[in-house]
């Protein structure tokens, strides 16, 4: 069983930044964590996600503006969001992937806002 906890969302300016985070505790072996947003009305889409050995795929609406990084360490992946545009604000959701099975994991969300 792995839990995740989120934090680092909250309310922005266009062109700010934020930095989310999400830490995951539990015994196991985490193969991808990522970085998933949602709005209401539409499906949940990949904004980007990162393997343990470092390989990252972003989303094209988020490529050259965010950063995915992890500390595998700490079991901890990170999300930079810089040059923030109000069609960013969305929820923001982590996910990990264990291994051997695959089996993933979702926490519980972080809200994103981009206003002036």
């Known amino acids: 069983q792995v839990h995740l906890v989120e934090s680092g969302g909250g309310l922005v300016q266009p062109g700010g930044s934020l930095r989310l985070s999400c830490e995951a505790s539990?015994?196991?072996?985490?193969?991808?964590m990522g970085w998933y947003r949602q709005t209401p009305g539409k499906e949940r889409e990949l904004t980007a996600t990162?393997?343990?050995?470092?390989?990252?795929l972003y989303a094209a609406s988020v490529k050259g503006r965010f950063t995915i990084s992890r500390d595998n360490a700490r079991n901890t992946v990170y999300l930079q969001m810089n040059s923030l545009k109000s069609e960013d604000t969305a929820v923001y959701y982590c996910?990990?992937?264990?291994?051997?099975?695959?089996?993933?994991?979702w926490g519980q969300g972080t809200q994103v806002t981009v206003s002036s």
């Open positions: 996910n990990v992937e264990i291994a051997p099975n695959g089996e993933d994991y």
């Open positions: 990162i393997t343990s050995s470092g390989y990252t």
């Open positions: 539990g015994n196991a072996s985490i193969n991808l």
